[in-house]
């Protein structure tokens, strides 16, 4: 699918199916809208009334145009109040535009949409955004594909003419969302760790990242204890990726990213019951997939700032040599956990991921990680926690986030809490109380950060989907990747 950015004009466009956008309530058609609607017999004016068409937000009505006419049909689609129309807006409706196109056999597609706050590369990467976001479907597993309609072949986006830049962002960026959509789709049978490191070696390879590789042993020389604990009952090896993302020129700032990279968590001995979500736990990764994603895009925007991606992959298993409850872990700084609940597996594996970023002389530290179901009971599924004693970063990611159309909420890291993680026995349980769950794991990790700027995002809620909503169809959603990109950007 080719996406143009073109000045042809509305009314000179011939394709397929022509898609416009129209504010709520003036919905009166004016200037070349008015033409075409005369064109087509007064077809357009008919139709608004007859389905009673408002331009309320993401409605569509579709209109099938008489032979002998220049496109095959029209979509209209409502732009919500004028006042409200923002970047997200906006990448939502072209995905509404572009699934609408796919249904009606659309080959070849033109979108006239409002510019976005003057600004036409913006409005420009959102759109292009959207539209691949909601087109993309995962056929991996299926032996034949569901959707028998043809693919859109091209989609010129009117009025955005000289736009190719903001385009190619787009497409550099979703490729990094759909890499982490399908590390997470994919089942724990598929995404293991080993195929992790494959997968990071594969984004070294294309877009000239270097990388690390930590095996087991490495990992025991630098004394990863917590890590080594989580994955001591996996038959699988557990693998440290560390990637490295260099500009040509002096960076003006040096990163790292951390993601949770458990390719499956059962819950380990504290094994996950029925009703507790068990089979879904392949998306555990989630964190380690926004990473991954958020690299492969990075590699191909080549900004000038220098990112270690990092993610401490293993399986939160159940064997003879697996973990016991009770059993207590020596972390790569030394620090002593006894492992109350080895279901609190992910900031086992993140705590050596910390104490190894914190030693890089990185500017900042951000960690993605499908942390806790606290989480998801605070914010729910849309929202991810934003935990860090910062303000800077705080205000950083929120102005990120806010730009990629993924929803952060900053929750407290309220000391005092740390009081239920005390242990008798060590320097700290890995499990507090029930309430505030998502507090005191985010306290927990804040145990291996030294001195650098650091922020924890608990993603456990919006890596998945249930339902299809906007651009990102039910399933995994690669959360993450967005924020990141505009982070590293910033
Ligand atoms: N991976 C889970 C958290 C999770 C829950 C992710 C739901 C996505 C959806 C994590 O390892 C976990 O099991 N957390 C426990 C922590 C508890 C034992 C302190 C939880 O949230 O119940
Ligand atoms: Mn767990
Ligand atoms: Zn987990």
Redesign the pocket.
């Known amino acids: 699918m080719t996406i143009q950015p073109t000045n042809t004009a509305l009314l000179d466009w011939t394709g397929d199916t022509l898609a416009v956008g129209l504010f709520e309530d003036a919905v009166d058609l004016t200037g070349d809208l008015a033409i075409l609607n005369d064109n087509l017999g007064g077809l357009l004016k008919e139709l608004i009334a007859e389905e009673e068409f408002t331009g309320k937000a993401n409605s569509t009505i579709v209109a099938r145009v008489g032979a002998g006419h220049p496109v095959r049909k029209v979509i209209l689609v409502g732009l919500g109040k004028p006042d409200a129309l923002k970047l997200e807006t906006l990448r939502c409706l072209a995905a509404t535009v572009a699934r609408t196109a796919k249904k009606q056999k659309t080959k070849t597609l033109a979108i006239s949409l409002p510019v976005w706050n003057n600004d036409q590369a913006a409005t420009g990467q959102a759109i292009a955004e959207g539209t691949q976001l909601a087109l993309y479907q995962d056929i991996r597993f299926k032996s034949e594909p569901e959707d028998k309609n043809p693919p859109i072949e091209t989609i010129d986006l009117l009025g955005l003419g000289g736009q190719e830049a903001a385009i190619t962002r787009a497409e550099q960026i979703v490729s990094g969302v759909i890499l982490a959509r399908q590390l997470v789709a994919a089942p724990a049978n598929a995404v293991t760790p080993i195929t992790m490191a494959e997968t990071a070696k594969a984004i070294a390879k294309d877009h000239g990242l270097h990388l690390e590789i930590l095996e087991q042993e490495e990992c025991e020389k630098l004394g990863m204890g917590a890590f080594l604990g989580v994955a001591q009952a996996s038959d699988l090896p557990p693998k440290f990726i560390h990637l490295i993302y260099k500009p040509a020129t002096t960076p003006k700032r040096k990163l790292a990213i951390i993601g949770k990279g458990?390719t499956f968590?059962s819950?380990g001995l504290?094994i996950?019951g029925a009703g507790s979500?068990i089979e879904?736990?392949k998306?555990?990764m989630g964190g380690a997939a926004a990473t991954l994603g958020a690299a492969k895009a990075i590699g191909q925007l080549k900004p000038d700032v220098e990112v270690h991606f990092i993610s401490a992959v293993t399986e939160n298993m159940i064997s003879g040599r697996a973990m016991r409850p009770g059993d207590i872990l020596t972390a790569s700084n030394g620090k002593t956990i006894e492992v109350n609940?080895t279901?609190?597996?992910?900031r086992l594996t993140l705590a050596d991921a910390l104490v190894y970023a914190d030693k890089l002389g990185v500017d900042a530290i951000v960690d993605l990680a499908?942390?806790?179901?606290?989480c998801?009971v605070a914010l729910g599924d849309d929202i991810a926690g934003l935990f860090t004693p910062d303000d800077a970063v705080a205000s950083q990611l929120q102005t990120a986030s806010e730009s990629a159309g993924e929803k952060l909420w900053r929750l407290p890291m309220e000391e005092k809490y740390f009081e239920g993680l005390k242990s008798g026995i060590a320097d700290m349980k890995n499990?507090g109380p029930r309430y505030g769950?998502s507090i005191t794991?985010a306290l927990f990790l804040k145990q291996f950060v030294k001195d650098t700027p650091w922020a924890h995002l608990d993603i456990?809620g919006p890596?998945w989907a249930d339902k299809e909503n906007c651009y990102n169809g039910a399933g995994a959603t690669g959360f993450g990747v967005r924020t990141l990109v505009n982070w590293v950007l910033s």
């Open positions: 458990l968590d819950g504290n996950k979500g879904t736990m998306i555990d609940n279901d609190a597996e992910g499908t942390l806790t179901g606290a998801v499990t769950g794991a456990a890596v």
